[in-house]
């Protein structure tokens, strides 16, 4: 699943925002830097290349997402670890940045509040989450797709997992109950490029965890057709730019 997730969703979905968020986070100068839910390395990679004098620490809680983001970023400190119970010392960073991860901590205030504690006095907390899901001009047509493949109950991950933090009021007083200072909030519409959207299809299918109920229906190949051409007659073969909406959060110690 991570292999399918970095080759085919990486640079089309996530590669347009991890560059954004790295050029806040250099615009900071950070010294030490966390990266949390840092998957196969897409930010990761940028930030190295962007802050050459940081020392990067970088973590993802699945250990298949390390090993493959281990290879790919190698200038980066490479753990596996729980956002909830980080393992490092209070203070040991400066910048603690996460790409669209808060929304699959179990228990975002703790997660919250254990970035305070392994964050220096006035360090910095940068992260993004997914807009409301009929923002996500891809995973609209993905989900339509899932409906017409799935008629007796379609999966659900997309819109109810990845896009359950759309509402930055409701992020912005978990940061607060965490002891946060919210400093800068923004609204940010990018465009995605899909050279094909059969493998932007296959991306979602196969790299993320609708990928279980993809293998379980007993036809994966006739799923995989369903959403190919439900996605395609919504925004063509491609090549297809579509726009993503997403909320970039910026909070002090």
Known sequence: MSAAYDQYL???????????????AAALHPERILELAAGTG???????????????????????????GSVRAPGA??????AQRLPFPGGSFDLVVCQFGVMFFPDRVAAFAEVRRVLVPGGQFLF???????????EVA???????????????FIPTVPHGCADPAVVAADLAAAGFTVEHEEELTLQGRASS???????????????????????EQAVHATVIEEMTARLGPGPVTAPMTAYVFRAAA
């Open 42 to 68: 897409a930010l990761t990679s940028d930030l190295l290349a962007a802050a050459p004098s940081a020392e990067v620490t970088a973590t993802d809680l699945n250990d298949a997402m390390v090993a493959l």
């Open 142 to 156: 993905l989900q339509a797709g899932l409906e017409r493949a799935f008629p007796a109950g379609p999966p659900r």
């Open 197 to 219: 959207i059969a493998d932007l299809a296959t991306g979602y299918l196969t790299g993320t965890p609708v990928r279980v109920a993809v293998e379980q229906c007993g036809d």
């Open 128 to 138: 993004n989450t997914w807009g409301p899901f009929h923002t996500h001009a891809f």
């Open 77 to 82: 400190v490479w753990r596996q670890a729980d």
């Open 10 to 24: 990486v640079p089309v979905v996530f590669r347009p925002f991890a560059e954004d968020l790295t050029s806040r």
